[in-house]
């Protein structure tokens, strides 16, 4: 009896470590399941119908992918946009005839504005559109809240009023398996000492209960933090790094379970050289990191089994050009900032073995024959997987009155393909009307 009470415990602890062991997953953008397994009868398999997207967990712009529709808000725009793949044609979500969206400045009755909305908050979830954004009624303790909306943009509604526990500033909002996972970056005073914390708090998306499931504080060194969420099946990894009094940068990854909110630190690393600037997981578990790459000897780093970090490739090219801005679904993302022409830059795209799969221009050609040709275009940030990257940019009027203080500002959403010519370049959403 003893015996097999022994070995009904080590089972149990087994099958709890598993969970943020790394099983092999299918993973999104690869369009396919674990084998014969079906995202209903393997927990871990990905399941788009309620999985989120890791290409699209950014901190500059938020993003959606369904298989006929693109949605997108960057960093400066007030209301959701989408791209018809059908119809190759885009404009606000709303589907109001006689509304006038973004022409109509703080346009409340448009049901694509979100306002002051978090910027990296789109999710689908079991077909309909979910964001969070900024949101009070005269005497509510609440200033948050979370919305859906249909693809078709009808049926848009308030969901819950979010009540966010003191002390906490999530920077992203993410919804996966029926859930809400917010990542927290904030500095506190503690007992007159200055203090930073990176958090990890959720909240199923049915009522407003949201609970901390990790948190690590230091104290302030002057330093920033650099943290980041990936979604494997039941594991969500919070990967985030900072500088330590002695000048050391500690990189750990906390995996926490789905199901049970438990979290467990697998990795605590002192190998990089500089902060954190991108973090990857794949579906066996193998995580990748990226240094910001102002070191000339910076390296980029993988853990293999959660051990160790250990360099697989290079940063920079042999002529030392390329900083790599970016992880992406299995592409390492690289612009050249050495000799750039404005509105214009090099890029080395490489896969996760090291191989080139492409080094040349990111061609801009998009912009031609707009009234915003002669505006300033600024390359912003960048999503997506080989089968598609996705940039964004940010073109402002130079030209803007006298006396103006904010410069109109507008927003392109280009997607780049690899083909036999090289990238070939396809706009697909232009914001307008940001200030």
């Known amino acids: 009896m003893k015996r097999f009470l022994l070995l009904l415990i080590i089972f149990l602890f087994v099958l709890n470590s598993f969970a943020c062991s790394g099983k092999q997953q299918s993973e999104p953008g ?20 309620t999985d989120f997207d890791n290409r699209f967990a950014s901190i500059q712009m938020s993003m959606a992918e369904s298989d006929e529709l693109i949605f997108f808000r960057s960093m400066k725009n007030k209301y959701t946009m989408y791209y018809d793949k059908a119809a190759d044609d885009y404009g606000v979500l709303c589907a109001k005839p006689e509304c006038l969206h973004n022409e109509q400045e703080e346009n409340h009755d448009c049901t694509g504005y979100v306002g002051r909305g978090k910027v990296n908050s789109l999710s689908l979830y079991q077909g309909k559109l979910y964001y969070v954004a900024y949101y009070h009624a005269d005497g509510s303790p609440t200033f948050t809240s979370l919305f859906r909306i249909n693809p078709d943009a009808s049926g848009k509604e308030k969901l819950l009023d979010l009540s966010i526990p003191e002390g906490y500033a999530p920077q992203e909002w993410l919804i996966h398996r029926g859930r809400l996972y917010m990542r927290c970056v904030q500095d506190r005073v503690i007992n007159a000492m200055p203090i930073r914390t990176v958090a990890l708090l959720s ?233």
């Open 30 to 49: 690869n369009n396919a399941v674990n084998g014969s397994q079906s995202p209903q009868t393997d927990p871990q398999a990905y399941d788009p119908d």
């Open 203 to 435: 909240s199923p998306i049915t009522e407003s209960d949201i609970k901390v499931l990790y948190e690590y504080e230091i104290n302030d060194t002057g330093a920033t933090w650099s943290s980041y969420l990936r979604f494997i099946g039941d594991r969500v990894y919070l990967a985030f790094n900072f500088r330590t009094e002695d000048e050391k940068y500690i990189t750990k990854v906390i995996c926490c379970n789905a199901d049970t909110g438990e979290c467990t630190e697998l990795l605590s690393d002192d190998s990089l050289t500089e902060y954190l600037q991108g973090f990857w997981v794949k579906p066996d578990g193998t995580m990748y990191f990226l240094q910001y790459g102002y070191d000339p000897e910076a390296k980029l780093w993988k853990s293999e089994n959660n051990g160790a970090l250990i360099p697989f490739a290079e940063h920079h090219d042999s002529d030392g050009r390329f900083i790599v801005q970016y992880l992406c679904s299995g592409v390492i993302f690289a612009l050249d900032y050495s000799d750039s022409v404005e509105g214009s830059t090099d890029v080395w795209l490489r896969d996760f073995e090291g191989n080139t799969l492409y080094k040349g221009l990111l061609t801009t050609g998009f912009i031609n024959g707009t009234k915003y040709e002669s505006w300033n275009l600024r390359f912003s940030t960048v999503c997506g997987d080989r089968n598609a990257i996705y940039v964004s940019y940010l073109a402002r009027n130079t030209s803007a009155a006298a006396g103006v203080t904010e410069p109109d500002f507008v927003g392109f959403l280009v997607r780049y393909t690899i083909g036999e010519n090289g990238l070939e370049e396809k706009l697909l959403i232009i914001e307008d009307n940001l200030t």
